[in-house]
């Protein structure tokens, strides 16, 4: 078990290594001589964040440039945590993540997170990468991009007694995570892009009668209705296994797929989005694994990102 575990680690870490590789070898099959430079102009504004909504998107930060971010999702807006009482939900933080994202190159971006977690695993240390393999360009001479996204969790919490539960580590490597996401986009015009995501999220240790390994496929997609407002939406469908459904029916738990939607504005240099979406927490590791909360019974929330980048290029005199 413990083999497998570093196995996976290593595969975390080389993946960027493997995707540098797997583009030179992909490069030499692309005719160069009778290809005009306009064919080979990239597809740039696919989207217009590094996040959809839950999703991720195949967008970067620039090399030399820092991104400070701060997420947030609120309490349920209905049902029995939700309501006027609460305010819809915004009494409550039900996750908060701020975060800082750095671009080695315009292709590589590495980043780090703080996350308040949202499931029984909380107090969350994020390391994360992320690698442009393909870009789209002009004329469709590429007629997709490929971005590689990997990330490895750890919680800082105080363990829990019951060896039984999700959050009892009996060793370091207990309290580890990991998601390893293919992002395929397309922006098939002005007004309108796609992404198709790929998704595998493992757990060193979950619960008694739980599965370490959850597949899953998202889709997302941004239809622009005037030149600065546009419709998002994202969503995951998890592969559940049979010992999955046994887990969640033996402790009394629905399993939801996560569903968000929501509206685009772009304010001069800035991107602000008003969302909702029935997933509790920020985190690949814990939102598709772990969403217990249904539309159907008023158990959606809105959430916000605010990000301010900062830029440390030294400009030519």
């Not at 315009?106 to 442009?132: H, M, P």
Request: include cysteine; hydrophobic fraction near 40%; glycine fraction near 8%.
């Amino acid at each position: 078990m413990k083999m497998n575990q570093r196995l996976r680690i290593v595969l975390v870490v080389m993946l960027p290594v493997f995707s540098v590789t797997a583009q030179d070898n992909m490069e030499n099959y692309l005719p160069s001589e009778t290809t005009s430079e306009k064919d080979t102009i990239p597809v740039y504004a696919t989207f217009k964040s590094s996040k959809i909504i839950n999703a991720r998107s195949n967008e970067l930060v620039h090399k030399g440039e820092l991104d400070f971010i701060i997420s947030h999702r609120f309490g349920d807006a209905g049902g029995h945590y939700g309501g006027f009482k609460t305010f819809y939900g915004t009494d409550n933080a039900a996750d908060i993540k701020i975060a800082l994202d750095y671009g080695l190159s315009d292709r590589l971006a590495i980043g780090i997170s703080r996350t308040k977690g949202a499931t029984a695993i909380r107090q969350l240390l994020e390391a994360n990468c992320k690698y442009k393999l393909l870009e789209q360009t002009e004329k469709d001479r590429i007629p997709l991009g490929i971005t590689f996204f990997g990330n490895a969790v750890v919680s800082t919490m105080s363990s829990n007694v019951n060896p039984k539960v999700p959050d009892h580590f009996d060793t370091f490597s207990d309290r580890w995570s990991f998601v390893a996401q293919t992002i395929i986009v397309r922006k098939f015009s002005s007004n309108f892009s796609l992404a198709l995501l790929p998704t595998y999220t493992h757990y060193n240790r979950v619960g008694y009668g739980d599965s370490n390994d959850v597949f899953a496929v998202g889709i997302g997609a941004r239809a622009k209705l005037t030149k600065r407002m546009a419709l998002i939406a994202d969503y995951f469908y998890t592969f559940d296994s049979g010992n999955r459904k046994a887990y969640f029916e033996k402790n009394g738990l629905p399993f939801y797929n996560p569903l968000a939607a929501g509206l685009e504005i772009e304010t001069g240099g800035h991107v602000f989005q008003l969302t909702f979406m029935n997933n509790t927490a920020l985190l690949e590791n814990q939102f598709i694994p772990y969403t217990t909360t249904s539309w159907k019974k008023g158990q959606f929330r809105w959430g916000f990102s605010i990000s301010r980048p900062f830029s440390f290029k030294r400009k030519n005199r």
